[in-house]
């Protein structure tokens, strides 16, 4: 996998990218407001689902109403985070913070698909509930926490304190991040 994104690295467009005075920082700011859009609509579905804000109104109102928006602002948000990772492919790939942000994205969208699965199932039943089942509630609160450690992680990011280029550090490190550490480089 690393010959492949080393390969990435070199190609005409992600050294484009990377070397751009404006179009990096644009896609970065896209992401960034994509994140926005997606979350905010994402929280306002959540948190209705744990009962804590528009009570009254059903759920599948809320899902309606909200969910194309987060549709929307998680396409915006994929396709610039491929750019990102395209402009910068080999540092994104070693950091321990992109492999936890990817882990917490599969994460994500498991409990995302679980829940959806569920709700299309047993909703009528539980639609104009103020408050739903604890199930529900359960992937909710599951959906809030992996999207902050997403957040989070993808803030880290930026952060060179784990980088493969930055030797000695523990094996963990080095085996979690995927850094080749030549056996003279070692600790």
Not at 34 to 50: C, I, K
Not at 65 to 77: D, H, K, Q, S
Not at 119 to 132: L, N, Q, V
Request: charged share 15%.
């Amino acid at each position: 996998m690393l010959a492949l994104i080393e390969w990435l690295a070199q190609t005409p467009g992600s050294i484009a990218l990377v070397e751009s005075l404006y179009v990096y920082g644009i896609v970065e700011s896209f992401h960034v407001v994509a994140l926005g859009l997606f979350l905010g609509t994402l929280a306002v579905v959540d948190f209705r689902l744990l009962g804590w804000m528009f009570r009254q109104t059903p759920v599948s109102e809320i899902t309606a109403r909200f969910l194309p928006w987060t549709a929307a602002g998680f396409v915006i948000m994929v396709v610039t985070g491929l750019l990102l990772f395209y402009a910068i492919p080999i540092r994104t790939y070693q950091s321990i913070w992109f492999r936890t942000k990817v882990l917490l994205l599969v994460v994500a969208g498991i409990n995302a698909w679980l829940l959806h699965r569920r709700m299309a199932r047993d909703r009528p039943t539980w639609d104009k509930d103020p408050a739903p089942p604890l199930g529900v509630k359960i992937a909710a609160m599951l959906s809030i926490g992996t999207w902050i450690g997403v957040i989070i992680m993808g803030r880290m990011i930026a952060y060179n304190w784990f980088d493969c280029d930055r030797q000695p550090q523990s094996d963990f490190i080095n085996w979690a991040a995927g850094c080749v550490v030549a056996l003279s480089d070692a600790p």
